[in-house]
């Protein structure tokens, strides 16, 4: 078993508190295409021996890769924006026993004199300061566009997750309104509002989870 850090956005860590998430899709960084193939080929598969993923068409596209955020039973140590409790008597931030999240709605003030915000980017959380740790139980690999109703639930997609998607204003949906038929869509302006692109439409890794104790 392995431990490897893994960022979520306010919106997700949420939706994993609320039990409503349990599934992450991320786009698939350096696939190792053999010569002469065509990635865009629509009927392209992916498929997996001992952890080893490899995409094919009437034959192999690619070499064989591996997830980079682990296996099943594997185990992902969330980092979101943070920031350390307040010390009063010492002026700084620097109790390490207390901390506050974004996601929580929590507000914490500018302190005067402080260079820089109270809030911490995920990227630099550590290890200790972590309140979610989820243990991989399963992982597959497809290209975006197919994830289905049931995965665009387990992804957390809702209409409780509409306040929070905002999408760039060149977007075709930025000036329309908000209207779903279903959470595949919902997903979709979700993916996109995070700096993603639903319509090119990438490989991806799939990625099913479980809460555990932190």
């Known amino acids: 078993m392995r431990e490897r850090p893994i960022l979520f ?11 409503q998430k349990t599934q992450t899709r991320r786009a698939i960084k350096d696939i190792p295409w053999r010569p002469g193939c065509n990635p865009d080929f629509s009927q392209a598969r992916a498929f997996s021996n001992a952890g080893e993923f490899r995409i094919a068409g009437s034959q192999e596209m690619t070499t ?3 997830c980079p955020f682990g296996q099943p039973r594997d185990r992902l140590w969330v980092r979101e ?17 207390r901390y506050h999240y974004r996601a929580d709605g929590v507000e914490v003030a500018h302190v005067d004199d402080m260079e820089r915000s109270p809030w911490i980017p995920s990227i630099h959380m550590p ?12 992982v597959r690999v497809e290209r975006l566009q197919a994830i289905n109703e049931t995965d665009a639930v387990a992804e957390g997609a809702s209409a409780a997750m509409l306040p929070d998607i905002r999408l760039r204003r060149t977007h075709p949906r930025a000036a329309k309104p908000m209207v779903y038929e279903d959470s595949r869509e919902i997903f979709a302006d979700l993916w996109d509002s995070t700096g993603g692109d639903w319509n090119s ?6 990625i099913t989870f ?4 932190a």
């Open 127 to 138: 290890r200790r300061a972590c309140r979610l740790v989820l243990e991989i139980t399963d």
């Open 64 to 66: 064989g890769f591996r």
């Open 210 to 213: 479980k809460r555990i104790d």
């Open 201 to 206: 439409n990438p490989w991806v890794w799939v």
């Open 81 to 97: 924006t943070w920031t350390n409790a307040w010390d009063e008597d010492k002026g700084q931030w620097s109790d390490p026993e």
């Open 9 to 19: 956005n306010g919106v997700m860590v949420r939706a994993i508190l609320a039990g």
